[in-house]
Structure formats: C-alpha cells, structure tokens
C-alpha cells in the first residue's frame, strides 16, 4: 500500500479524534497551522512573527490555544486568542472574557479571538451577533467592548456556504477539520482540500505510534479472549466425556458457562471477533497459510459436538435402556441441546446423525 492510500486510510482513535482537547491543542500549536490562522485574521504580513506559548493565567484558568509575537520589535501585534469550544453559550463567552482580561494584564495589549464552536451554539450567544470582520466573512462577530480587538465565532452554519470553495479557505479547512470529528480523511466529505490532508497528517504524525500500541494492546486483547473462550469449551467437553457424576458434572458447568457468559459480554461490549478458527491440517494451500497467525489459537468445539459427546457418554455408562428424559433434562442443565424442544427431538436427531456418520 502506498504512502498516499495509508493516509487516506489512517484512522484516529475517538479519544483523539478532532475537536478533542489533546487532539485541538497540540495540532494547533505545528508552526504552518499558527501562520494559516495569522494570515488570515491579521494577513501574511505577520506570516512567521506568531509562535505559541503557554496557556496557564495568574487565576489558575487555562485557555486552548494562544499565539503572541516571536520578536518584542512586533509587540504593537495583537496576541491572538483560539478556542475549540463543544457547545457556545453565555458560560463560554464569560470564561473567554476572563481570559482576554488575564492577557490584557500580562500582555498590555487586548487579544483577537477566534473560536470555533463544534456542535452547538446556543441563541443568548448568536442574539448577541455584531457586523463582522470582512476578513473573516465566514463567521460571526461578537462584542467585546474593551477586552479584545475582535471576537470571531465559526460553526457549522456560519461556513456552511462557503465549503464548496477551491480551496477552502484556511480557516474554514480548520474549523470544518475540528467541526466535523471524523476519524479518517477518508471520511471526509472535502478530502481533496490540501489544508484538510495538512491537519490528517499532523494528527497522524503526533498521535501515530499511540495509536500504533493501542491497536497491539486491542489485538493482545482480542487473542485473550478468544483463547479464553475455546479453553473453556474444550472444558466443556472434557467435563462431559471425563465426569460421570451428575450433581459434579452440573455445578462445574454451570462455573464454565459462567466464564463463557463473561468473555462474550466482554466480546459484544469492545466489539471483538472471539470466533477464530484455526486451519485443518488437511487446508495446507498457500493462501489459507498466509491467513493464519502463528498464535496459538484452540480450535472452536461445536456444540453440536458437545450434544452428542454427551450421548455417548451416558449411553456408554447406562446402555441402550437409558431414560433419554433425564439425559435431556440434565444435558439442559448444562447448557447443552439449546436448539431442541423435547427428548425426543434429541434421541431422533442423535441416531440420524450416527447413521450419517457411518
């Protein structure tokens, strides 16, 4: 597979999924993201004066992202204020009036704000809309008498008409790339858009090798479980062929079946596929070959199997005069002919499948 298919296919975990705090701040922070945002709110002149810097403010909050000046011979520039916010209303717009005060006293100059607003914004906080920016025509101005030069909000409807542009505009790539939350560019509905791959491939190139040892620990997991399983099953059948008294056989099987009960909650609950089979010997092509794993994998045990294992277990102990109603009811008991409805339904199917076997 090539470079350019293996991003395309590359997928981010949910927990680092876009518009997530880890997943927003550090790829903001990659210097061509920084001069795509200065560019467009204060224009390329200042392309390459804006770095990122620390966050943390005297009254102990913390804000996302904050780009200021590199050199103190451009402090007339504006420090420029970036949040990625779930949902938009009046508690954000108050905390972002904190922030911009806090800055206001370490920096001596009030900030531009740009927030991006990734699922709802609520209608105290549109009501509240200005004449905007025509530098920034797809979003919505606030007011912000005093404590920021301008206060930038984009959302899902707010760049909505301008998504069908070549190409998007870098700020709208950014906030459609966290707006959005998709887990692969493959999914995205504007992956042809060289902004949109830029931030994929900063995700992948930060979050790679996490990923990376996530998918081993899954499929470790997986394999757990799987062979958990099948030894429990092969106990089953062990149980079955080995213990002839009643009372021992059902307590035992009901531990097993407990065991069995809480890999496949396990299994439904991570989505895991606990149903691998290992290739019969008599399956010796190369492409079988090159499917299976060199793990040890135990082969599955057919609960059809199990059924008449069983059978034959208790007619070889009691002879042919056996009570075929109590070999149900007990079988029943731990957990065998599942798809029967009646004893007799067992004794018919088990001598039509002896006969085929024959």
Same mark, same amino acid.
């Given at each position: 597979?090539? #470079?350019?298919?293996?991003?395309?296919?590359?997928?981010?975990?949910?927990?680092?999924?876009? @518009?997530?705090?880890?997943?927003? $701040?550090?790829?903001?922070? #990659?210097?061509?993201?920084?001069n795509l945002v200065? +560019?467009?709110?204060?224009?390329?002149?200042?392309?390459?004066?804006?770095?990122?810097?620390?966050?943390?403010?005297?009254?102990?909050?913390?804000?996302?992202?904050?780009?200021?000046?590199? +050199?103190?011979?451009? $402090?007339?520039?504006?420090?420029?204020?970036?949040?990625?916010?779930?949902?938009?209303?009046?508690? =954000?717009?108050?905390?972002?009036?904190?922030?911009?005060?806090?800055?206001?006293?370490?920096?001596?100059?009030?900030?531009?704000?740009?927030?991006?607003?990734?699922?709802?914004?609520?209608?105290?906080?549109?009501?509240?809309?200005?004449?905007?920016?025509?530098?920034?025509?797809?979003?919505?101005?606030?007011?912000?008498?005093?404590?920021?030069?301008? *206060?930038?909000?984009?959302?899902? @409807?707010?760049?909505?008409?301008?998504?069908?542009?070549?190409?998007?505009?870098?700020?709208?790539?950014?906030?459609?790339? =966290?707006?959005? !939350?998709?887990?692969?560019?493959?999914?995205?509905?504007?992956?042809?858009?060289?902004?949109?791959?830029?931030?994929?491939?900063?995700?992948?190139?930060?979050?790679?090798?996490?990923?990376?040892?996530?998918?081993?620990?899954?499929?470790? %997991?997986?394999?757990?479980?799987?062979?958990?399983?099948?030894?429990?099953?092969?106990?089953? !059948?062990?149980?079955?062929?080995?213990?002839?008294?009643?009372?021992?056989?059902?307590?035992?099987?009901?531990?097993?079946?407990?065991?069995?009960?809480f890999i496949n909650?396990?299994?439904? #609950?991570?989505?895991?596929?606990?149903? !691998?089979?290992?290739?019969?010997?008599?399956?010796?092509?190369?492409?079988? !070959?090159?499917?299976?794993?060199?793990?040890?994998?135990?082969?599955?045990?057919?609960?059809?199997?199990?059924?008449?294992? %069983?059978?034959? +277990?208790?007619?070889?102990?009691?002879?042919?005069?056996?009570?075929?109603?109590?070999?149900?009811?007990?079988?029943?008991?731990? @957990?065998? *002919?599942?798809?029967?409805?009646?004893?007799?339904?067992?004794?018919?199917?088990? *001598?039509?499948?002896?006969?085929?076997?024959?």
């Amino acid at each position: 597979m090539n #470079k350019e298919k293996k991003d395309l296919l590359f997928r981010l975990t949910n927990g680092h999924k876009p @518009g997530s705090d880890l997943m927003s $701040r550090l790829v903001l922070l #990659k210097s061509e993201i920084i001069n795509l945002v200065v +560019s467009t709110v204060i224009g390329n002149s200042a392309v390459g004066k804006y770095r990122a810097v620390p966050t943390d403010w005297p009254n102990r909050m913390k804000s996302d992202v904050v780009y200021e000046p590199i +050199s103190c011979r451009d $402090r007339e520039l504006p420090p420029i204020l970036l949040e990625i916010q779930h949902t938009v209303d009046m508690a =954000f717009y108050l905390r972002v009036n904190e922030y911009c005060l806090q800055m206001i006293k370490q920096k001596h100059v009030p900030p531009i704000v740009v927030a991006i607003g990734i699922n709802n914004t609520v209608s105290a906080v549109l009501d509240m809309a200005v004449k905007g920016d025509e530098k920034i025509p797809f979003a919505i101005a606030l007011p912000c008498p005093g404590w920021a030069r301008s *206060f930038s909000l984009i959302n899902a @409807g707010t760049i909505n008409p301008h998504l069908d542009t070549q190409p998007l505009a870098p700020l709208v790539a950014i906030a459609h790339f =966290f707006i959005e !939350q998709k887990t692969s560019l493959i999914s995205m509905t504007r992956r042809d858009d060289p902004t949109i791959q830029k931030l994929f491939f900063y995700a992948k190139e930060i979050f790679g090798t996490d990923i990376q040892k996530y998918e081993n620990v899954v499929e470790t %997991f997986n394999q757990s479980c799987t062979q958990m399983k099948q030894q429990l099953s092969k106990a089953q !059948q062990t149980l079955v062929e080995d213990v002839m008294d009643i009372n021992q056989r059902k307590r035992t099987a009901q531990v097993l079946d407990d065991g069995l009960l809480f890999i496949n909650e396990i299994s439904k #609950k991570h989505r895991l596929n606990t149903h !691998q089979t290992v290739a019969s010997s008599s399956s010796s092509s190369k492409s079988k !070959q090159a499917a299976t794993t060199n793990t040890d994998v135990l082969p599955v045990i057919e609960r059809k199997n199990l059924n008449w294992t %069983f059978v034959n +277990s208790w007619r070889s102990h009691f002879g042919d005069e056996m009570d075929w109603q109590k070999l149900y009811n007990v079988g029943k008991d731990i @957990g065998l *002919f599942e798809t029967y409805s009646s004893a007799k339904a067992v004794k018919s199917s088990y *001598f039509r499948a002896k006969s085929q076997s024959n």
